[in-house]
């Protein structure tokens, strides 16, 4: 890189070419792009900075990559970046950072009616931060690319971006090292589909109204934390064959799964609210992990668990279940007698659907009480032998109520039962 003391300012105005006034910059100039519509695809092949005065356009008239990054610690700021052209074969997308553009940096810009927003490939340290994507959202959804795609990265910083109207959010495979902070991710497929990738944070990001909130597949040594995933049609949070991983204090409310949570070890589930939910957790072959200090509240189902033998949950905090119906005779904040999560009648409703039509019937609740009293009528469930019998003290509801009331009516029983 070039000396900062040399450094050079170039200003493009209204009706001049960018790409001449990249073509004559040298490493470490900064280029000033004047606001004005400039119709042309940009090759940034050394190290520059390109920054927009208020908000300038760069328009790939729906041809190729608007923006494609070849050199390493290149600064994109300020931009409104758009129209691509919409090949999933050649991966089209407003900014591309091709292998070897390490340490690129992409900030307050606008990207809209690309095929992928950021396409990002064997690039390393690349940031990511403060940005608005949204893709090609005419198309259906097989046809759209991603908001970011990390593709065998390293070290990467994806920080307060809110992505929608793509197919995934983020999609990130083989990408490790990396930080997920502060995005808003909602009306796409995924929020996040994560697979392959280790030793990355999720901290604080917010995922609504997609099918699925956050996915994680594949992966290990993560730490999934402080997040909020709401009013998803699928999952809220997804962990499929995970293993060494925090997964703590998320928000995980009204969807349809709140966790889905399959193939699971040595993992960590701590002081996360599941609430109102259809079903709260949705478990298959995960054992071996820790459950402790989570609420389970108001969900249809609370456990819809698919296994052989009982698993126990809990530990020095307890979690807490809405639904239990035990006592605290010393008063000690831990119930009494065992909580179990499902018995022979939810077994039936999951093979019967339809029985679900009975489930009102003294028939069914003589059913429920005499699988409660024969063991040989037992089914395998998730035990719990001390639940705790107060929920944590968070402030879920107020900020559910709050946030979420511009958009649709949270349900009453979420204030009433908590």
């Known amino acids: 890189m070039g000396s900062a003391a040399h450094a050079a300012v170039i200003t493009v105005h209204p009706g001049e070419k960018v790409q001449d006034a990249i073509n ?31 908000l300038p356009t760069i328009d790939g008239s729906n041809k190729g990559d608007t923006i494609r990054v070849t050199a390493e610690d290149v600064v994109i700021e300020g931009l409104k970046v758009i129209n691509s052209g919409d090949s999933l074969l050649n991966q089209n997308a407003g900014i591309y950072i091709q292998p ?55 070290g990467a910083r994806i920080i307060d971006n809110e992505i929608s109207f793509v197919r995934d959010a983020l999609y990130i495979d083989v990408s490790h090292h990396a930080i997920f902070q502060k995005n808003r991710l909602h009306h796409s497929r995924y929020g996040t589909h994560y697979m392959n990738s280790y030793y990355n944070l999720w901290e604080d990001n917010d995922t609504w109204n997609n099918r699925g909130g956050l996915a994680l597949m594949e992966v290990r040594d993560q730490t999934i934390r402080n997040n909020r995933a709401w009013h998803n049609t699928d999952h809220g949070i997804m962990l499929r064959t995970l293993q060494d991983a925090t997964v703590e204090n998320n928000w995980v409310i009204d969807n349809g799964r709140g966790l889905f949570v399959y193939d699971v070890e040595y993992t960590n589930l701590l002081g996360n609210v599941v609430a109102s939910n259809r079903t709260g957790v949705h478990l298959s072959g995960s054992v071996r992990n820790k459950v402790d200090g989570n609420d389970f509240v108001g969900n249809q189902l609370q456990i819809k668990y698919a296994g052989t033998r009982d698993h126990e949950w809990g ?13 605290d005779r010393n008063g000690d904040g831990r119930g009494d007698i065992p909580y179990e999560a ?31 009293q024969f063991p040989i009528l037992r089914v395998p469930s998730i035990v719990e032998k001390h ?32």
Not at 343 to 371: E, F, H, I, K, N
Request: with cysteine.
């Open 24 to 54: 004559r910059a040298s490493n470490g100039d900064e280029i000033r792009i004047e606001r004005g519509r400039y119709v042309e695809n940009l090759k940034v092949d050394r190290t520059v900075t390109l920054k927009g005065i208020d």
């Open 100 to 154: 070897g553009a390490h340490r690129a940096i992409v900030r307050n810009c606008y990207l809209s009616y690309n095929l992928f927003g950021l396409w990002i490939e064997k690039a390393n340290d690349v940031q990511v931060l403060s940005n608005n994507i949204t893709g090609k959202r005419d198309y259906d959804s097989p046809k759209r690319g991603n908001g970011v795609e990390l593709y065998n990265t390293k």
């Open 315 to 327: 530990g020095e905090k307890g979690n807490y279940w809405s639904n239990y119906r035990g006592w």
């Open 342 to 372: 499902n018995d022979m009648v939810d077994r039936l409703t999951w093979r019967y659907p339809g029985t679900r039509l009975l489930m009102g019937s003294p028939a069914v609740q003589a059913l429920r009480m005499v699988g409660q």
């Open 387 to 418: 639940p705790r019998m107060q929920p944590q003290p968070v402030n879920w509801v107020d900020w559910y109520t709050g946030t979420l009331n511009s958009l649709y009516n949270a349900p009453e029983n979420l204030r009433r039962e908590h």
